[in-house]
Every structure is written in C-alpha cells, then in structure tokens.
C-alpha cells in the first residue's frame, strides 16, 4: 500500500545567523530564523512525511518551547522522524521538493543536499528530487525576506 504527504515551511531571512538549507551550510549574509538551525527544506520533508501517515506536524513534535530544540540540527529532528516512520514499516517511494529563494542561488549545493538528506532516509538519489525556483521579486520571499519549502512524499509497505 501506499501514502502520500505534503509538506510546506516559511522561515524569515535575518542578519547574524547561519543559513543552513538541507542540512549544507550557504555561503549568504543572511539566516533563517527559528527555534531550531530553521532548515525550511528539512521541515518541509518533515511534514511530507507525518503528513503521509496522519502524525500529526513537526511543530506538535517537536515544540519551539522545548528547550531541547533550541538551534537543534534539523537532520536530527529528520533522522528521528524517519526512524519513526521506519519502526512502523514504511519505506520511502520519492520525495518531490522545492526551495523557493531569492537569493543566495541553490543550484549549486543542490548535490551535496542530495547527499546529505539520501543517507539519512536510506534512498538512492534517484528518488529525491531537489528544484530551486525564485519568487520572480514577488511578495515577502520574492524581496529577500524569507525562504520558503515545499514537499511531496509517497511512501510504500508491503
Ligand atoms: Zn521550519
């Protein structure tokens, strides 16, 4: 059987901290802002998945309250929630995703993305799909104030 899930993430672009997209720092002037390292693509994916299965969200999860997630590495939070979705038989089919920014251009850590995000979830790099769009100067992402992520994911037991 299969399930599919979306997955959808916004952070703001702020001064002093890192940018951190996919689990590969960003050579950029700006960081995202969050509880967390705020990697936008990671919760996207994140949310595909418990999506997928009805699990609720990252931020039930994982609440920026907590102060346990305070500037937590997001490939910890991904790895726990894959190994969730692991223990309950479930393997990854493909994931779709992309990076809507202004700036700094994606393209270029796109491979190392891939790399990271394949060993965490087990999947060869055919089944993962990174695109980088621009907002075309529109709205808040558009003036390079924030980053936004989308996610799909389908996911298969037997
Ligand atoms: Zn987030």
Redesign the pocket.
Known sequence: MFRIGTGY???KLTSGRDLIIGGVKITHEKGLL?H?D???LI?AIIDAMLGALALSD?GTLFPDTDKKYKDIDSTVLLTKVYEKIKNLGWKIENIDSNIIAQKPKMMPYIPKMKEVLCRILEIEPERLSIKAKTKENLDAVGQELAIEANAVILLEKD
């Open positions: 993430d916004i952070h969050g967390s705020a990697d936008v919760h990252i």
